[in-house]
């Protein structure tokens, strides 16, 4: 499984567009790369997944390189709410015999302030 | 829908204690996921379950945990012997079938606390 390097934390304020930068330098040709969220006391949420490019949704977008050794999450215009721990992972979706065993690391805690 | 649920939320527990922990996920997830969380930490996979077997147990931390999935559906993680050690935040997530996306549903937790 691919070892990914996030920032510990970042502070941000309202408004603002924040950028979290994952490192992946490891990453399998199979691997997807997937950012969770999680609030305190609360599970982690999906946010977006990426192969390639970029993707987008109506939450956050996803940059990945044409070598896929990093990866950006970036979220537009956050606000308090958006304070949360952001993970980074990569894991091989397609995985048949042992699924997809997601892989946590530390996440980068982003601070939104007013 | 409902989404995964996990009970119960808080738990306090005598060192030497068995526990169980109960997952119900969403309904139709094949797929089931245990993880734990302890304080100002990431997740730690223990366990994983496709259908009603579990082809990877390699995070389970010691003999004392185990987990068992019933009809395709609820799960429990049994901790025996319960130690200090164990405290922490048990996670569980259900997943739709392999290869559509990689995305689990992660339940509330169950806190547990040894004392």
């Known amino acids: 499984l691919a070892k990914t390097t996030q920032p510990i934390s970042m502070d941000s304020y309202e408004g603002q567009e924040v950028n979290i930068t994952c490192s992946h330098n490891?990453?399998?040709?199979?691997?997807?790369i997937t950012w969770y969220q999680q609030f305190p006391s609360q599970g982690p949420r999906f946010i977006i997944q990426?192969?390639?490019t970029k993707v987008t949704n109506e939450v956050a977008s996803l940059f990945i390189p044409a070598d896929r050794k990093s990866s950006t999450l970036s979220l537009p215009r956050v606000s308090l709410s958006d304070t949360a721990v952001y993970y980074c992972?990569?894991?091989?979706?397609?995985?048949?015999?042992?699924?997809?065993?997601?892989?946590f690391g530390a996440g980068t805690i982003l601070r939104v302030k007013s | 829908g409902a989404g995964v649920s996990q009970s119960p939320s808080n738990k306090v527990t005598e060192k030497g204690k068995d526990v169980e922990l109960r997952c119900d996920p969403i309904?139709?997830?094949?797929?089931l996921y245990w993880y734990r969380q302890s304080l100002g930490q990431g997740l730690e996979f223990l366990i994983y379950?496709?259908?009603?077997?579990?082809?990877?147990k390699s995070g389970l931390p010691s003999d004392r945990f185990s987990a068992e999935r019933t009809g395709g559906s609820v799960s429990t993680l049994t901790i025996q012997r319960t130690q200090q050690e164990d405290s922490a935040v048990y996670l569980c997530?259900?997943?739709?079938?392999?290869?559509?996306?990689?995305?689990?549903?992660f339940g509330p937790g169950t806190r547990l606390t040894v004392l």
């Open positions: 997530a259900s997943r739709a079938r392999q290869g559509l996306s990689n995305e689990q549903f």
């Open positions: 490891n990453i399998a040709t199979n691997d997807y």
């Open positions: 990426g192969y390639k």
């Open positions: 992972l990569v894991g091989d979706i397609d995985s048949l015999e042992y699924g997809n065993k997601l892989v």
């Open positions: 309904s139709g997830h094949t797929a």
């Open positions: 379950f496709q259908g009603n077997s579990a082809p990877d």
